[in-house]
């Protein structure tokens, strides 16, 4: 099994290299400039995504609390983003 594991990374390097991408673009390990169809790029648009499904959740329920640009919204928001990268 293990090779069959290996023998497969091979391949997906090899098309890779041979197509004109980056092996982390191949693998999905890229973290910019990956070209479209690769998993790295398919990965840093996943990853896009829900940074902006994020943001909008957040945006809405500040919004429940206070007007956007109060000083209650931001101070809503900042702790939204503090919270969240204290659990990364």
């Known amino acids: 099994m293990h090779q069959i594991a290996l023998m497969t990374l091979a391949a997906l390097l090899l098309a890779g290299c041979a197509s004109g991408y980056s092996p982390e673009c191949v693998t999905g390990t890229g ?45 809503c928001r900042q702790r939204a983003a503090k919270t969240r990268s204290v659990g990364r």
Do not use: F, N, W
């Open 31 to 75: 973290t910019k400039d990956c070209a479209t169809g690769t998993l790295g790029h398919q990965q840093m648009t996943q990853e896009r995504e829900g940074d902006e499904t994020v943001a909008s959740i957040d945006d809405a329920r500040c919004r429940a609390i206070a007007a956007p640009g109060s000083g209650e919204y931001l101070a």
